[in-house]
């Protein structure tokens, strides 16, 4: 991770590319059993910056690596929008669909990520145009890109300077996303009594 934090950390000011935070295959009582059975099969990390409300995640990078190529992958972006910041995400695209259409369509960002990942709706929102520019990316439920990750990749000993240019190459769209998005803030009152 420190190749992550020595690239990436002065461009995601708020985001923490911690080793500690990886997390590691799970095995019963922490030993590997006679028959092999395994709790939790893969390691994941996630960097984001630190959630203030239990009921939306920030926009952020994610890497998993499982023992299988299906379980290995990693992304960048929003994997569990709210509906906050759908509402924003949406508005904003409505706005100004130059800006994310431009990011969307760089030669660097689209050779190394795929297209937007995750689930559409089936009805193009309501008080929206379906004919205006940018309208294709307002049947997302999701906004992030991913990369599929094989063994023999993640073995090479360019990996980590691929998958630092490949962070480099998504930064443009990762920013716009916490920019747009921004962090819930918890309203405090305080009743007086």
Not at 158 to 170: H, R, Y
């Amino acid at each position: 991770m420190n190749w992550l934090r020595k690239n990436l950390g002065t461009e995601l000011q708020g985001i923490e590319f911690n080793p500690k935070k990886i997390s590691q295959p799970l095995f019963r009582a922490n030993r590997i059993p006679e028959d092999g059975s395994i709790v939790k099969t893969h390691a994941h990390f996630h960097a984001a910056e630190k959630a203030m409300s239990m009921f939306e995640t920030n926009p952020g990078l994610y890497l998993s690596v499982g023992r299988s190529s299906e379980e290995t992958v990693t992304g960048l972006g929003l994997y569990m929008v709210s509906g906050r910041q759908l509402s924003l995400i949406r508005t904003k695209i409505d706005q100004d669909p130059e800006e994310f259409i431009q990011i969307m369509e760089n030669k660097k960002f689209k050779k190394a990520w795929n297209e937007l990942g995750g689930e559409k709706y089936v009805r193009f929102p309501k008080g929206f145009n379906p004919e205006f520019l940018g309208a294709q990316y307002l049947w997302h439920k999701q906004f992030y890109v991913g990369q599929d990750l094989t063994k023999s990749k993640m073995i090479q000993k360019t990996f980590a300077d691929d998958f630092t240019k490949d962070c480099v190459a998504a930064l443009p769209f990762l920013k716009w996303l916490r920019k747009t998005v921004g962090t819930y803030q918890r309203r405090h009152s305080n009743p007086t009594y």
